[in-house]
């Protein structure tokens, strides 16, 4: 199982980072941009990145890590409190 962990990590270091802006997040979450919002101040959604002074983006491969780790079927979404 450890070695399954260093392949991946190994493999995830050499992908190109691909950074995905607002709209594509909103898309690809299917939630909306003020619930994410909330979920990444609760530190359940990941850091948004500043690409410049005025535009932010979020690494597609943890937005992905995300949507693969959400509850399958008949879950409680990652907060209730929304």
Same mark, same amino acid.
């Given at each position: 199982?450890?070695?399954?962990?260093? *392949?991946?990590?190994?493999? /995830?270091?050499?992908?190109?980072?691909? =950074?995905?802006?607002?709209?594509?997040? $909103?898309?690809?979450?299917?939630?909306?941009?003020?619930?994410?919002?909330?979920?990444?101040?609760?530190? *359940?959604?990941?850091?948004? /990145?500043?690409?410049?002074?005025?535009? =932010?983006?979020?690494?597609?491969?943890? $937005?992905?890590?995300?949507?693969?780790?959400?509850?399958?079927?008949?879950?409680?979404?990652?907060?209730?409190?929304?």
């Amino acid at each position: 199982m450890k070695q399954l962990y260093l *392949l991946i990590k190994i493999w /995830r270091n050499t992908q190109m980072t691909k =950074v995905i802006r607002r709209p594509q997040i $909103v898309e690809k979450t299917g939630q909306s941009y003020s619930t994410l919002n909330k979920l990444e101040q609760q530190g *359940l959604f990941p850091k948004r /990145r500043c690409i410049s002074a005025k535009c =932010v983006g979020w690494l597609e491969h943890e $937005v992905d890590e995300y949507l693969n780790n959400l509850p399958t079927g008949k879950g409680k979404p990652p907060s209730s409190s929304l």
